[in-house]
């Protein structure tokens, strides 16, 4: 008598999304497929070659790991011409800074600019979430200290002003 090994129905449930997500991605001519849910976490992404195109499976359950608490960010020193002279508007959240709301178009703010309480002066990406900051009060631009689509901390000053 044979003795087949018994299969977990997790694997095959799992294996059966996988599947499911394969056939819809190629049915539909998507590069790129994700998806979670609980404990389950989905990724399928099409290998571009020349001439043969072959979606590769990732299949990656998420495992609820002891969080581990990372050391506070030590601010890293600047150099003595980087240090903002005058009062500064500091980033309210971590992310990425842009000056305007697309590539093409013009910043919101400038050099020099007078600016209205409630004025959009850029935009914090964070965690996919773009986020607008607006000025608390009126007041005038001086130096935009953040380059474009560079990362910043909380509290790190990005704008010189004069109020």
């Not at 849910?37 to 495992?63: C, D, W």
């Amino acid at each position: 008598m044979n003795k087949k090994p018994k299969k977990q129905p997790q694997n095959n449930n799992a294996f059966d999304q996988v599947r499911k997500f394969y056939e819809f991605m190629n049915s539909n001519k998507l590069e790129t497929i994700e998806f979670a849910k609980g404990e389950m976490y989905v990724k399928l992404v099409r290998k571009s070659n020349p001439g043969h195109q072959v979606p590769i499976p990732v299949f990656a359950p998420q495992t609820h790991a002891p969080a581990e608490h990372p050391q506070p960010k030590q601010p890293k020193p600047r150099p003595a011409e980087a240090e903002p002279q005058g009062e500064t508007i500091d980033a309210p959240m971590s992310g990425i800074f842009y000056r305007a709301p697309t590539p093409s178009s013009p910043p919101y703010i400038r050099e020099g600019d007078s600016v209205k309480e409630g004025q959009i002066l850029c935009i914090i990406e964070a965690m996919k979430v773009f986020n607008e900051i607006k000025a608390d009060a009126n007041c005038v631009i001086v130096k935009v200290l953040v380059e474009n689509g560079k990362p910043m901390d909380t509290g790190q000053p990005m704008f010189v002003i004069t109020k």
